[in-house]
């Protein structure tokens, strides 16, 4: 009963409000005797998560099992209707649709002094949120308008006007989509590999090379310019080292997402993601004052819309801002904070999952499980590392590669002896498989299969100070890709200087943080 689940997610994807005008909407539909649709919504909004047997018992004592596929169908057409109904005035697309509608009637009844009106109002919003396409479609309305009219000099050189604003906009939707595919391009090997250190590769480098990314200038509209810098934002976060770089061109993309305030509330996900990417540079450079500022903006700004953010948007504004304060918390060394935040985290987490996409769901659960390391809570990071590993390796391989060898430091400090050199064979195989086993790599692997048999804590300290040794001449290198995602190093540190793994990262980045504020 496949699409009785998907019915099921597009009940529980509904806000308060649409439910509410969903009950009053339907009010007026009645099948026979019995509002048949209405038990079948009550029986799904009431489910928790996803019961096909449940509903079928539930469904039997309804008394209309038997025409269950017929009842579904008409249940899910009337929930559309509703929502379409209910987010009439939503959004710009929408209006200029039913916009143009209106004008097709008026110019049909020869009402054409209302319909030119229309044209002119349709015309400046189009424009305003770049709606191209249908830009075009009111252009060739204007057209129409004119063509009915004497052609006089004044009326050919209009004419004229108009269709040289059509090459334009034409020219418009080309530009928007050439630097959309390039975005595109970029993120799909982002979302395949993440980061590595390494020079670019010959997919990016070609990209990268193409004569739109270059400049802004080659840019033409506000969609083309953030998709010119979130290319290059994501692909500095392939193999870029220059952390300054990277915070350039994300502060510039939140720049001018500052400028277009009203396009947040009409195209919420474009906002939501730039303030993750920006937050995140912030971040990677050390500029957590800049960092928490734009935190506290994001929070007021998804508040203030919280009613107005269609499902999609709040779950992106959810994860996006996990993401984020995962992020600072573990990289401004207030871990204990981000502990207390722990529990929102998760029941957010578990709500969404399915929606959420391992693109961001395995990062954010990567980095929890590194905060939770950094606190020596063992258990607690492995059940957040288990969660990162979940499904399809090849999704951020980067996450995954660390989070295998990440695994392997977790088992040994648990003392799961017994697992570690298993999981040392299946880590070497799946890194060597995905071109993923460097010099740091194989350095590690070597030590912990090693060192899994180990237990004299004297042979064990030999080995870790030799580990560190191994890893120090490795520092200039640039494959050192696993350093970081996690700070091995760090750790080898605390096993040989007898300071604990908390303390010494906390004092490492307190360091870091002067050196960047001088």
């Known amino acids: 009963m496949k699409s009785s689940d998907d019915l099921f997610r597009l009940v529980k994807s509904l806000t308060s409000a649409e439910k509410g005008y969903f009950k009053k909407y339907t009010a007026k539909h009645v099948i026979g005797e019995k509002n048949d649709y209405i038990i079948l919504f009550t029986i799904l909004d009431k489910m928790d998560e996803w019961d096909e047997g449940l509903l079928k018992r539930r469904l039997e004592k309804s008394g209309f099992s038997h025409r269950i596929s017929a009842v579904k169908n008409y249940l899910n057409k009337l929930i559309l209707e509703s929502l379409r109904a209910f987010h009439s005035e939503s959004t710009v697309e929408r209006e200029l649709l039913e916009m143009l509608a209106d004008i097709s009637f008026l110019w049909r009844r020869n009402l054409r002094s209302q319909a030119k009106k229309l044209i002119a109002r349709a015309r400046t919003l189009a424009y305003q949120y770049e709606e191209w396409e249908l830009a075009l479609k009111i252009l060739n309305w204007q057209l129409v308008g004119i063509e009915a009219t004497a052609l006089t000099a004044p009326v050919r050189q209009r004419l004229k006007e108009i269709t040289e604003e059509k090459v334009k906009v034409i020219n418009y939707i080309d530009n928007t989509e050439k630097y959309r595919d390039l975005n595109d391009a970029v993120a799909l090997l982002n979302s395949r590999d993440g980061m590595s250190g390494r020079e670019p590769s010959t997919e990016l480098a070609t990209i990268l090379a193409n004569p739109l990314l270059q400049s802004e200038e080659t840019a033409l509209t506000y969609s083309a310019k953030l998709s010119f810098y979130n290319a290059h934002v994501v692909a500095q976060n392939l193999y870029g080292n220059d952390v300054e770089a990277a915070l350039y061109y994300a502060r510039k993309r939140f720049e001018i997402l500052q400028t277009r305030q009203d396009f947040v509330a009409e195209k919420p996900m474009v906002y939501i993601r730039g303030m993750q990417q920006y937050v995140q540079r912030c971040i990677f450079a050390g500029s957590f004052g800049e960092a928490e500022k734009a935190l506290s903006e994001f929070e007021q700004t998804i508040h203030k819309l919280d009613n107005k953010l269609y499902e999609a948007a709040r779950i992106e504004a959810f994860i996006m801002g996990t993401s984020m304060e995962v992020l600072f918390y573990l990289n401004s060394g207030k871990l204990e904070q981000g502990v207390e935040r722990l529990g929102i985290w998760q029941k957010g987490i578990a709500r969404y999952k399915k ?128 350093m970081d995602l996690f700070d091995f190093p760090l750790w080898l540190e605390s096993k040989t200087s007898g300071k604990s793994l908390t303390e010494l990262f906390c004092a490492k980045l307190a360091a870091h943080s002067n050196s960047v504020s001088k």
């Open 355 to 482: 929606e959420i996409g391992l693109q961001m769901y395995r990062p954010v659960c990567f980095n929890i499980c590194v905060m939770l390391v950094f606190l020596c809570k063992w258990e607690d990071a492995l059940v957040w590392l288990n969660r990162s590993l979940e499904e399809q390796p090849d999704i951020r391989r980067d996450i995954v590669s660390a989070a295998k060898l990440l695994a392997l430091v977790i088992h040994f400090e648990l003392g799961n002896a017994s697992l570690l050199e298993y999981t040392v064979r299946s880590t070497y195989r799946y890194l060597a498989k995905r071109e993923r086993l460097g010099k740091p790599e194989q350095i590690v692997l070597r030590f912990l299969k090693k060192v899994s048999g180990v237990i004299s804590k004297r042979e064990l300290l030999i080995h870790f100070n030799q580990l560190r040794k191994e890893l120090q001449t490795l520092s200039s290198a640039k494959d050192t890709t696993i």
